[in-house]
């Protein structure tokens, strides 16, 4: 997002994501007008070091993904980490 801003250079941008993403890209182009109907999602809130500590302690939570798309998901994370 911030290398199309920063590529397309245009005067107002409307930015539909999670709401520190876009105050980053903001705070890197200031002269671009940023438009945010940014809702903090509340589960969001309450996601702490600690909950994601005992989450991992005691396998919680586990997320189970359908083979189908399993590959291609992992792909991407796999080139998100090389970068």
Sequence with gaps: MSDYVKTAKPARV???TECSMSDNV???HPDVNFVRP???C???KRISL???RMALEENRHEVTI???IAG???HAV???LDV
Excluded: G, K, S
């Design 72 to 74: 291609d998901a992992r």
């Design 42 to 44: 509340p589960h969001m």
């Design 14 to 16: 409307v930015l539909l």
């Design 50 to 52: 600690a909950n994601i």
């Design 38 to 40: 940014c809702n903090l």
């Design 78 to 80: 796999e080139r998100m």
């Design 26 to 28: 903001a705070i890197q």
């Design 66 to 68: 359908d083979p189908a």
